[in-house]
């Protein structure tokens, strides 16, 4: 066991060198050199530099050169920000849709191709030792679309932290309501936010919007936090840039719909780095009282 971690780790130091060069000779349009074995190697969609699998995974899969937040899993979030032996909630809660073409099928594609059984993961767990209620929404599950299952298990976590008195953190991560369940999906928005206002009374409520957090989904839940963070760069709106500059016959800013330009209109409190999050999420919910 020792001795083939050791190999790796080799190996790891052998790929970081070539790497490096590989970057530094600036070939970053290049196809990773046949020496490599392409599962040991990621490529960074924003910089597209080459980086080893091992220590983008262990760098919260943020790259090194650009600091660009690379997008996670449900289950990946999880076990970045809560403390090890959290309890997933909610599993029972199944499919009520509308009989859309083609949905059931897509539906089964997502669950196969993720191995999850919705866009949303709820949790109870705790974060430094902080007992929380935590639902996580993961954009590669039919990118991170609310449905009828995803509202109800977020409104059952929202209901769960009233009655237990416990603080709530919600990562989104969304392209909106899921077309395919028509209106169902819309209640959402209203279920989500009537359960919050019931729970903003006595309850701490921390969002943390992650790329990309738009439609519906930033439009109910996503906008209703006591405490809003988000990650650099990410992109947070409701409508696409484009449909806004054709409805209003305006050249919108480059920089319109990320974590940065909203911060400074008073949209989003903070930006913290991924590798941060975790201690600034502790210490938020210290501050109010949380043990
Ligand atoms: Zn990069």
Request: hydrophobic share 35%; glycine share 6%; proline share 3%.
């Amino acid at each position: 066991m020792q001795n083939s971690f050791n190999k790796r780790k080799e190996k790891i130091l052998e790929f970081n060198t070539a790497m490096e060069e590989l970057n530094l000779r600036k070939r970053i349009t290049a196809s990773i050199p046949k020496e490599i074995p392409e599962d040991l190697i990621v490529k960074c969609p924003s910089c597209q530099r080459f980086i080893i699998k091992d220590n983008y995974i262990l760098d919260h899969k943020v790259c090194p050169y650009c600091n660009h937040h690379g997008r996670l899993t449900s289950k990946e979030r999880i076990i970045d920000v809560m403390d090890l032996g959290y309890t997933e909630l909610f599993t029972n809660i199944k499919e009520k849709y509308l009989d859309f073409p083609d949905y059931e099928a897509k539906l089964e594609k997502a669950k196969k191709d993720t191995g999850e059984d919705e866009s949303v993961m709820c949790v109870e767990g705790k974060i430094d030792g902080i007992k929380c209620l935590v639902g996580v929404m993961d954009s590669f599950f039919m990118m991170g679309s609310m449905g009828s299952v995803c509202g109800e298990r977020i409104t059952r976590l929202i209901e769960k932290a009233t009655e237990e008195k416990l603080p709530l953190i919600l990562f989104t991560t969304s392209g909106g309501a899921r077309m395919q369940e028509g209106v169902i999906s819309l209640f959402q928005m209203a279920k989500t936010s009537q359960a919050l206002a019931k729970y903003r009374e006595n309850g701490l409520y921390i969002a943390v919007l992650t790329d990309p957090t738009t439609g519906g989904v930033s439009a109910s839940f996503a906008s209703l936090a006591d405490i809003t963070i988000s990650e650099p760069n990410a992109l947070i709106g409701f409508a696409g840039k484009r449909v806004i500059e054709r409805t209003i016959k305006e050249t919108l800013p480059k920089e319109f719909q990320t974590a940065e330009f909203l911060l400074d209109k008073g949209y989003i409190d903070m930006i913290s780095d991924r590798k941060d999050l975790k201690k600034t999420l502790a210490l938020l919910l210290r501050l109010h009282n949380y043990r």
